[in-house]
């Protein structure tokens, strides 16, 4: 357990001199959300793109930032095309990571090797090789990594896990998580590719094959491509929505140093099963569905982003679904009335952080473990990795989360991912 802490004012009121410095790997609809979270209180010095006019693009905002903001630092933003240039630099102290899946690994390592803190989008792996790979190099190297695990920074997700660790639900039987599918083999055709994208580059550790627009589509974008959908880059929606509520589950079940021990098939739907005997369900996503539903012996507690629902001893405490069904509340409404029912005097309190950025950089200068760190999206990645596989193979599988390797005789080398492929080094 960790102390709640409230963000110091000198995160953001620094001089430009003593500001953390950025460098981006990543320069697409998620990065340009990111960038507009760190700018006001780093300075950005690099941006990098395997795609020309992305990186251009966000060189050009983030100049004109400083030329706006003159205040906040000099217009000192340089573009890379190759990550490796943008790592070996002395005078950036943090990275942030928002690229394909099938990268996260190597910019980690790349990062925390050349003595930088790292923020890396979600799922922070795309094997489980790579996951074991991630959380030694971190240690190792005594860095700060925060895993785009947002949901750990929503007060909804925070409470429901502090009201399940807390008993107020009684003893947890089950948790269901709603998300959608694994990823699928790539079948793409080739297709054209205009001039600006360094498509080696973009397929990095992935296995070689022909351009297609599905994969990278070209130039600026408001939208999430759809490389996530393929296991050769992405981790499906399992990786993806089930990375978040995963992590909750986790969470609320004091399972963030470990893990599950078997995972198997029920009615044709992943189970993992932890050393508490707790299974956790994956269910398909539903409307207006919640994506963490913990079932106790005396209670249900049911959470999503705007979502919240409380049941104890079948009666509803708090519950807020969607504004037509509860118009005449909100959300933070109801978390509060939950929490000031059971939790006043709690004896677990959970990690509080209320902006996932700033928790980051405020733990880049503590020198503390932030609330979504690296062994806790490693592990998480792991559960998310450990589901594809399940469903890939069709084969129930024992995994032992204190050696982080197969158990029981089941799994093949593998199924660890990147056996076939140097995963740290692009191709040329």
């Known amino acids: 357990m960790a102390a709640p802490f409230i963000i110091p004012s000198r995160v953001w009121s620094n001089p430009p001199s003593d500001r953390i410095t950025m460098g981006f790997v990543g320069a697409g609809k998620q990065s340009h959300y990111l ?24 060189q050009q905002r983030v100049r004109q930032f400083y030329a706006d903001n003159k205040e906040k630092g000099a217009i000192d933003c340089k573009e890379y095309g190759d990550y490796r240039e943008m790592m070996e630099r002395k005078d950036i102290d943090t990275v942030c990571i928002a690229t394909p899946d099938h990268w996260h690994a190597a910019n980690i390592l790349s990062a925390v090797r050349n003595g930088k803190d790292v923020y890396c989008e979600k799922p922070l792996t795309h094997s489980i090789r790579e996951s074991i790979e991630v959380m030694k190099a971190v240690s190792k190297n005594k860095r700060i990594v925060q895993t ?16 399940v660790r807390n008993g107020c639900i009684g003893d947890i039987d089950r948790v269901e998580c709603r998300f959608g599918d694994p990823p699928q083999p790539c079948l793409l055709g080739e297709e054209a590719m205009e001039p600006g994208l360094d498509w080696n580059m973009w397929l990095g550790p992935a296995p070689l094959r022909p351009y297609n627009s599905i994969l990278s589509p ?6 999430y491509p759809l490389w996530r959908a393929y296991k050769e880059y992405g981790t499906g929606s ?13 969470w609320g079940l004091d399972m ?19 050393p508490n005997r707790v299974t956790l369900l994956h269910k398909g996503p539903e409307p207006d569905s919640f994506g963490v539903h913990f079932y106790g012996s005396d209670g249900e507690v049911m959470a999503n982003r705007g979502r919240f629902k409380l049941i104890v001893k079948r009666k509803t405490v708090a519950e ?18 939950a929490e000031e029912a059971f939790l006043k005097s709690a004896k677990v309190r959970l990690y509080e952080s209320t902006s996932h950025t700033d928790d980051f950089l405020a733990c880049v200068k503590s020198r503390s473990k932030p609330v979504a760190n690296e062994q806790i999206g490693g592990r998480t990645a ?26 029981g005789g089941t799994g093949h080398p593998s199924w660890l991912g990147a056996n076939d492929r140097d995963w740290e080094k692009p191709k040329k």
């Open 35 to 58: 960038i507009s979270k760190f700018l006001p209180a780093t300075q950005v010095l690099a941006v990098c793109d395997v795609d020309t006019n992305r990186r251009m693009h966000a």
């Open 148 to 163: 785009g695990s947002q949901q750990r920074s929503m007060k909804e997700f925070r409470i429901a896990a502090e009201l």
């Open 218 to 223: 070209r130039g600026v974008h408001d939208f």
């Open 238 to 250: 399992v990786g993806d929505w089930g990375a978040h509520h995963l992590d909750i589950a986790q």
């Open 256 to 274: 963030d140093d470990s893990g599950p021990v078997e995972i198997r098939l029920i009615d044709e739907r992943a189970a993992l099963i932890y």
């Open 320 to 337: 807020f679904v969607t504004r037509e069904k509860n118009p005449d509340t909100t959300c933070a409404a109801e978390v509060q009335k």
């Open 382 to 407: 792991i559960s998310c990795h450990l589901i594809n596989q399940l469903y890939f193979n069709r084969a129930a599988i024992k995994w032992d989360p204190v050696k982080l390797r197969f158990a």
